[in-house]
């Protein structure tokens, strides 16, 4: 049906897919540089083609999820990129996003997006997640900041990095990856707290 549809249409949907099952038409139009009475068209036509089902007033969502999905997985790799760093800048324009959803973003725009803006976004993820006691996800989001870092991090950024993931693996039960990470922080950092950090971690990780 994609191919179908008229360039302007087959986009705004694309960029749909990019920003998920369902979504604001404020911020999708931001995303696609359009004006929001104009995206309104647009996801008319959608609708018209049942790619998009009907939703709340100043809001859009897929006629069902494969379809959500089909859609996206028919974007190449570089238009995928390049729209979930759209959909980033769009999001983050709104104070009110939640730090995993940048985090999503911010991980599926590479290798586009910036490393060390990334790593930002991904580890203030992880916080929110420890903050709120969800310890796995907490391990997901900085174990992927660790993985995101460039090669010329400065060792005390891996440290914190090391650290907190020991913490969240701490919380979480998961005893020896908390004490591997522990470890591996206390060998990477000179950092006086940093490294009392690690060794409390180490000598009683939960």
Not at 14 to 23: D, F, H, N, R, T
Not at 64 to 86: I, K, N, Q
Not at 119 to 135: D, H, K, N, P, W
Request: aromatic fraction near 6%.
């Amino acid at each position: 049906r994609m191919a179908h549809l008229p360039g302007p249409v087959a986009a705004a949907v694309g960029m749909a897919a990019v920003i998920g099952a369902e979504g604001d038409t404020r911020t999708l139009a931001a995303a696609l540089g359009a004006a929001a009475g104009a995206v309104v068209e647009l996801l008319e036509q959608a609708r018209a083609s049942r790619l998009l089902d009907l939703a709340a007033p100043g809001r859009w969502m897929f006629a069902h999820d494969l379809v959500r999905d089909a859609v996206y997985r028919g974007l190449g790799e570089a238009e995928r990129a390049r729209s979930h760093v759209a959909a980033l800048e769009a999001f983050e324009a709104g104070a009110a996003t939640l730090a995993p959803v940048l985090a999503h973003h911010a991980l599926s725009a590479q290798p586009l997006l910036d490393a060390d803006r990334t790593v930002a976004l991904v580890t203030r993820a992880g916080e929110a997640a420890l903050a709120q006691y969800a310890y796995e996800e907490a391990i997901h989001w900085f174990e992927q900041a660790s993985k995101m870092l460039p090669l010329d991090a400065a060792p005390d950024q891996r440290a914190e990095l090391q650290a907190r993931f020991g913490e969240a693996c701490r919380q979480a039960g998961e005893i020896e990856r908390a004490r591997a990470a522990f470890l591996e922080a206390a060998r990477t950092t000179s950092d006086p707290s940093l490294l009392t950090r690690a060794a409390l971690g180490y000598a009683d990780p939960g």
